[in-house]
């Protein structure tokens, strides 16, 4: 039983109080702040005595693939340890499943809240905090440390991206006592957590200091290796035993029916954001290697995480103005008919970085239900604004269509337009060379729960398999696809 049964009906939800808007905009450091513990363990005696515990399940229901935990967090008993003040032993419960607790933490969008059963009527738990402060109060204790496997197998293993999928995969992999090596493209190790996530949400020294762990337990790291150019395929395959593909899903999805496309100022969200964290990095933004957006009129295209994070940024640059078309419906306080709990919940709430462009620029920066239908030249190559009309979804024989809604057609001023739109895919060239087999949809054909390729010993996890996804499913399928490629280079496996 839980050490307080009633606490969800006694203590109300608390999240942790974060810096004040338009005083973090000035810099680019974290803007979360610790609570005091015993603010965190309070929080946790709201995680009631269910029946069934949602929150880590990590199950799949029609309409969403987003509930409970992917990882199988174990949820209700580290919640009981934090509010019996067993921090320890909470970390322990913590590690057994997540072996990034500091990333999710920091970056998920909580599943896990959406299905605790306290929010069937009232707020979810502050699960996602709890994880965090469970974590560093960890690292601030010194209890992560790293833990070199008792015995090696002899085997190697390739694992090709430094992402969350190829760093679980790696870290798991190593626990089962095989060489491992991680490859990665870039000049910094950590794929969309260091170059896709703005420092103020997760810091790079964050990152590294799990990756320094992992290197004192073994792993090898390297990075400007692209596999297909720096190193074959064929040389890589002869050279160990195993491979994990990891390398996400990195095509962008592209605006090329839209007249004026080619424009200079019109530029992919993904790119925005690399460039931003590499020049901070490199020299504190002091030189011009990166896309500005310093007295712009930026229109961000997409509503999802990467267009809030182009705010967040765009706001630090000192952008005049910031809109963000959403091209759906403005979401409601409370769950429509069609998105009961336990699904994650499809309402209304405002991210860190809209908060921080309406403290800046006195409003909210989304506008809703905008197509985008022109980008308007200067005559000389140059965006100067764009055409824009209003729209609503509707779905003709079961395929979603936009509809434009007449008489709300208008010019929008933008000198920087970032497109947010999503990914189509991972890259095609090494897949070709490898001579992996694809699915209609230009992912990794590799069964859920197996993640084998068509490459006899090559296992795929993450984006480049399933698509693009969350931080925490990435986490789930490097776990998994380590597991099974530990079964084929050993005939068995300990891992989960």
Not at 191 to 213: A, C, N, Q, S, W
Not at 444 to 468: L, M, P
Request: glycine share 10%; aromatic share 8%; net charge negative.
């Amino acid at each position: 039983m839980m050490g307080n049964p009633t606490g969800f009906m006694e203590i109300n939800r608390k999240t942790p109080a974060k810096r004040e808007p338009k005083e973090r905009v000035e810099d680019w450091n974290e803007f979360q702040l610790t609570p005091p513990e015993e603010e965190i363990e309070e929080q946790a005696a709201r995680c009631m005595d269910c029946g069934i515990p949602f929150c880590q399940a990590g199950t799949n229901m029609p309409g969403s693939d987003e509930i409970g935990c992917p990882v199988y967090n174990l949820i209700p008993e580290w919640n009981d340890l934090v509010y019996k003040g067993q921090w320890k032993e909470a970390l322990q419960r913590l590690h057994k499943t997540n072996n990034f607790p500091e990333f999710t933490g920091r970056v998920c969008p909580a599943p896990c809240e959406g299905s605790c059963t306290v929010a069937i009527d009232a707020e979810p738990v502050t699960i996602k905090s709890i994880e965090l402060q469970i974590v560093e109060k960890g690292f601030r204790e010194g209890w992560i440390t790293a833990k070199q496997p008792l015995r090696r197998t002899g085997k190697k293993v390739a694992v090709i991206g430094s992402g969350p999928a190829g760093l679980a995969a790696a870290a798991q992999l190593n626990r089962a006592g095989h060489h491992v090596t991680v490859y990665e493209k870039e000049d910094r190790i950590g794929g969309l957590l260091t170059y896709g996530i703005p420092d103020v949400k997760l810091p790079f020294e964050t990152v590294m200091r799990r990756i320094h762990l992992l290197e004192e337990e073994g792993i090898e790291f390297k990075t400007n290796v692209e596999i297909g150019s720096t190193i074959t395929w064929n040389e890589l395959r002869e050279a160990v035993d195993g491979v994990v593909l990891c390398t996400g899903a990195q095509v962008p999805r592209g605006v090329e029916d839209i007249p004026g496309h080619d424009l200079n100022g019109i530029e992919y969200a993904m790119n925005f954001l690399t460039q931003n964290t590499k020049a901070l990095l490199n020299h504190n933004l002091r030189n011009d290697d990166y896309i500005d957006a310093k007295d712009k009129h930026v229109v961000v295209i997409g509503g999802g995480d990467t267009g809030v994070d182009c705010i967040t940024t765009s706001v630090r640059h000192g952008a005049k103005s910031i809109t963000q078309f959403d091209i759906n419906v403005e979401k409601q306080e409370e769950r429509p008919e069609n998105n009961p709990w336990p699904l994650f919940p499809m309402t209304y709430k405002q991210e860190e970085g809209h908060k921080e462009a309406e403290a800046v620029y006195g409003q909210d920066p989304r506008a809703y239900q905008w197509l985008t239908t022109e980008f308007i030249s200067d005559g000389n190559g140059n965006l100067t604004g764009l055409k824009a009309v209003q729209a609503e979804t509707v779905y003709n024989n079961g395929k979603k269509e936009r509809k434009p809604i007449p008489g709300t057609e208008r010019v929008w001023k933008a000198d920087l337009v970032l497109l947010a739109i999503g990914f189509t895919g991972p890259e095609r060239e090494l897949l070709e060379q490898m001579g992996i087999q694809t699915t209609k949809h230009g992912t990794v054909s590799a069964e859920y729960g197996e993640y084998a390729t068509s490459e006899d010993g090559v296992f795929a996890a993450g984006d480049n398999r399933r698509g693009q996804s969350l931080v925490v499913w990435a986490i789930h399928e490097g776990r998994e696809a380590a597991r099974e490629c530990d079964r084929y280079l050993t005939g068995s496996t300990i891992l989960p």
